[in-house]
């Protein structure tokens, strides 16, 4: 049992009640290793200046030095199984056409003619063709992006195949994910992932298919979208819900950190230290508890006061989740079939290894806007072992004042969506009118957001000063 600490070192501070690491090993079935690790570091508290989420002027630092240089995954191996499939990738002002060409080999080129600089492909997503031509004057190139054809050659003297085909574009694979860099110069995507590998082992990504893609506009710029998605602080204000105050907060690398949050395990003093008198002090029964993971059954509830609300929950998650996908699920530990736990990838990628909570996301600027940004959600759902990817649904795409409602197959979680951006678009007006000049972090909950701009102060060579 954890009980509050003092901050006599900065972060050292953590919520009373039990830790992810107790509640977890105290399971039925215990969780991968990757799960028990603790990587947390102090890395300070200034200020971060409201000016990096408004300020257009940093905006076009990033669109020059951070997009074009960084990983960002384009789309799934599934958009473009076979050859001649495309997928087009639109990052800001850049775009990038990924394919699967004749070798069998995914490539990635800047979707641009090296004729008159059209763009070739007009539509982001996922398309077919034999050839990649220009839709201006007709100029085309193979799947390998050689130049094939180019009408009136006989102007064209100075032109040959090799001087004209397409620009490259670095591309590969991860976890069933297509990654691209448009920097020639860049690290390979291994060097960038850090740990990403060796934890994933446990949980593979490419043995899932996209059950549903959701892409909506969100009313703030991009860093903030996603902030509000790294930590758990929120979840009893914003949610009105009784759990995240002991999620715990992991810092792998400049790359790569983690929150897992527990579900199915509230402590009562960590309530009431965020939220006073909102939740009864007494400890929520077993019973309540299991009713707080979504199980009514009465049989269930008796399991649980004999075991826990959480080892009765998994088991009946796992049940009814191999069946509904034909996966046999009868070894996933209980935090795999639980909790949220959630990966981020810079700059803009995140990646949850569960079951009943198996997102991915990817949050971008909306094309030269600084206040508005694209919000790509995933729900990655396990196939069997040697079972076929289908074909991926096209996404639901929602304006920036429709209700994650109205994106059928969401469920119970399209409310939970509504209520984690409900918030954006007063906070970036608020970046804009505030007198303190910058957003105050948490040393420990909110370490990776402080992260992340710290990584981007590398990229653009501008270091975090204090507003």
């Not at 090993?25 to 290793?33: V, Y």
């Not at 950190?257 to 527990?262: D, E, G, L, Q, V």
């Not at 094309?367 to 790509?376: A, H, L, Q």
């Not at 906070?427 to 505030?434: A, E, I, R, V, Y």
Request: charged share 20%; glycine share 6%.
């Amino acid at each position: 049992m954890v009980t509050a600490t003092s901050d006599t070192q900065p972060g050292s501070a953590r919520a009373p009640g039990p830790s992810v690491a107790d509640t977890l090993r105290s399971d039925s079935i215990a969780p991968p290793p990757p799960l028990l690790e603790q990587s947390y570091q102090f890395l300070g508290d200034a200020e971060i200046p409201f000016s990096r989420y408004t300020d257009t002027t940093f905006f076009q630092s990033e669109m020059e030095k951070l997009w074009p240089k960084s990983w960002q995954w384009a789309c799934r191996e599934e958009h473009i199984p076979d050859v001649g499939d495309h997928y087009v990738y639109d990052i800001g002002k850049w775009s990038v056409i990924v394919v699967r060409a004749e070798d069998n080999v995914i490539r990635a080129f800047l979707n641009v003619c090296s004729h008159r600089g059209t763009r070739i492909l007009s539509t982001e997503g996922a398309g077919y063709s034999q050839s990649l031509t220009c839709p201006f004057h007709g100029w085309s190139w193979d799947l390998n992006g050689q130049l094939t054809q180019l009408p009136g050659r006989w102007d064209f003297p100075h032109v040959s195949d090799a001087s004209h085909g397409l620009d490259e574009v670095s591309c590969e694979r991860w976890g069933g994910f297509v990654f691209i860099n448009i920097d020639p110069q860049a690290a390979t995507l291994d060097n960038y992932l850090d740990c990403l590998p060796d934890h994933f082992k446990h949980f593979p990504l490419e043995q899932r298919r996209i059950k549903l893609h959701v892409e909506k506009v969100l009313p703030c710029n991009w860093k903030a979208a996603q902030e509000a998605f790294m930590e758990a602080y929120h979840n009893v204000e914003t949610h009105n819900a009784p759990n995240g105050a002991n999620a715990q907060y992991d810092i792998f690398g400049k790359y790569v950190s983690r929150f897992i949050h527990t579900i199915g395990s509230y402590s009562p003093e960590s309530l009431a230290d965020y939220a006073g008198d909102r939740w009864r002090s007494p400890p929520l029964t077993e019973t309540e508890q299991l009713q707080a993971l979504g199980v009514t059954d009465a049989a269930a509830a008796e399991q649980a006061e004999q075991h826990t609300a959480r080892a009765v929950a998994a088991a009946i998650y796992r049940e009814q989740m191999s069946a509904d996908m034909g996966v046999d699920l009868s070894a996933c530990s209980d935090s795999l079939m639980l909790d949220s736990i959630e990966y981020h990838l810079f700059p803009n990628m995140f990646f949850f290894p569960g079951i009943s909570i198996p997102m991915c996301y990817r949050f971008r600027p909306n094309g030269m806007d600084t206040d508005t940004c694209i919000f790509d959600l995933m729900l990655l759902e396990p196939i069997a072992e040697g079972a076929e990817h289908q074909e991926p649904p096209e996404p639901i795409k929602l304006s920036i004042d429709q209700s994650y409602t109205e994106a059928e197959g969401l469920s119970w979680l399209a409310p939970v969506y509504d209520e984690d951006t409900g918030n954006l678009q007063m906070q970036q007006q608020g970046f804009k009118t505030s007198t303190r000049g910058g957003v105050t972090l948490g040393n420990y909950q909110e370490s990776r957001i402080r992260r992340v701009h710290m990584t981007l102060d590398e990229f653009l060579d501008a270091p975090v000063t204090e507003a």
